[in-house]
């Protein structure tokens, strides 16, 4: 596993040929998407912070659930956008399903979606990788 972190960059990889899952809990990326979003100056708006840190912890999760397990994660902070990167090792792309019950789940893609500017997906042979952006301002 390789870890780097500069002033407005965050990025923590496992390489797909370790053939190991990355040992990166949901709360810790929240807790680092956070604190790099605190050291930007100028600050980013309140709303910005905390779909930033709904959204990766959504798409760490769903890369843990769903995905067979994190194998890269990713925050880049420019001046005006945080993008999120989080690849897994699933070719399946996300879906948004009709829950059978509230409260079963399901609503997590439609609520990235909601909540960033731009997102896409790059699926490989070794699994897929998802990038979001949001605007900070």
């Known amino acids: 596993m390789t870890y780097a ?24 990326a929240r807790a680092l998407t956070r604190r790099l979003l605190e ?10 912070v905390s779909d930033a840190v709904l959204v990766t912890h959504e798409l ?9 397990g994190l194998v890269a994660f990713s925050v880049t902070v420019d001046a005006d956008t945080i993008r999120v990167s989080v690849a ?11 829950p059978v019950e509230p409260g079963e789940g399901g609503y997590g893609w439609a609520m990235v979606c909601t909540l960033t500017d731009t997102r896409g997906v790059t ?11 949001i605007s900070l301002r």
Do not use: W, Y
């Open 5 to 28: 972190s500069h002033d407005s960059q965050l990025m923590l990889v496992c390489p797909h040929t370790c053939g190991t899952k990355f040992l990166l809990r949901p709360d810790e």
């Open 39 to 48: 050291d930007i100056d100028p600050p980013a708006s309140g709303h910005a």
């Open 88 to 98: 897994d090792h699933s070719v399946a792309l996300p879906v948004t399903p009709r």
């Open 60 to 68: 760490v999760t769903n890369a843990i659930r769903h995905g067979g």
């Open 123 to 133: 699926v490989s042979a070794r699994g897929k990788t998802i990038a979001v952006c």
